[in-house]
C-alpha cells in the first residue's frame, strides 16, 4: 500500500534532468520547514527541515518540473517511499522519495532578512 502525501516547501537546487534510453528523467531536491507555532512564546518554533527527492510520474508534472528554478516555491502531490542507501564513508542512509504526479507553483512567503 502507497503511502499519498502532499508537500509543500522550495526547490533546493536547479531541477535535474537526464536522458536513459531516449527518454528524460526529472529529479527535485524539495525542503518543507517543520515547525508550529507556539501560543505562549508568540513565535515560530523551527524544528528543522525534511528533505525530499522528487520525481514527476505524470507528463504534465514533468513539463512543471522544467519550468521551475532553485528557491522556488511548490506544492507536490503524489506517493512516498524510503530507499536507503550506503554513503562515500560506508555508512547507511535514507531518502525519502516521492513518485508526483502533480507538481504547482505555490505562493509561500518568502522570509525576511532578519
Same mark, same amino acid.
Given at each position: 500500500?502507497?503511502v499519498?502525501v &502532499?508537500?509543500e516547501?522550495?526547490?533546493g537546487?536547479?531541477?535535474s534532468?537526464?536522458e536513459v $534510453?531516449?527518454?528524460?528523467? @526529472? /529529479?527535485l531536491?524539495?525542503?518543507?520547514s517543520?515547525?508550529y507555532?507556539?501560543?505562549? &512564546?508568540?513565535?515560530?518554533?523551527?524544528?528543522g527541515t !525534511?528533505?525530499? #527527492?522528487?520525481?514527476?510520474?505524470s #507528463?504534465?508534472?514533468g &513539463? &512543471?518540473?522544467?519550468?521551475?528554478h532553485?528557491?522556488?516555491?511548490?506544492?507536490?502531490?503524489?506517493?512516498?517511499?524510503? /530507499?536507503?542507501?550506503?554513503?562515500?564513508d560506508?555508512?547507511?542512509?535514507?531518502?525519502i522519495? @516521492? $513518485?508526483?504526479?502533480? !507538481?504547482y507553483?505555490?505562493? !509561500?512567503?518568502?522570509?525576511?532578512?532578519?
Amino acid at each position: 500500500m502507497a503511502v499519498r502525501v &502532499e508537500l509543500e516547501g522550495r526547490l533546493g537546487s536547479e531541477p535535474s534532468v537526464r536522458e536513459v $534510453n531516449g527518454r528524460d528523467f @526529472v /529529479e527535485l531536491s524539495v525542503a518543507v520547514s517543520q515547525g508550529y507555532w507556539s501560543k505562549a &512564546e508568540d513565535k515560530w518554533v523551527d524544528q528543522g527541515t !525534511i528533505w525530499y #527527492r522528487v520525481h514527476p510520474t505524470s #507528463r504534465r508534472a514533468g &513539463e &512543471e518540473a522544467r519550468l521551475l528554478h532553485k528557491g522556488d516555491a511548490v506544492v507536490v502531490a503524489g506517493t512516498q517511499s524510503v /530507499e536507503e542507501f550506503t554513503r562515500r564513508d560506508g555508512t547507511s542512509g535514507y531518502a525519502i522519495k @516521492v $513518485n508526483a504526479d502533480a !507538481i504547482y507553483v505555490s505562493r !509561500i512567503p518568502k522570509k525576511a532578512d532578519a
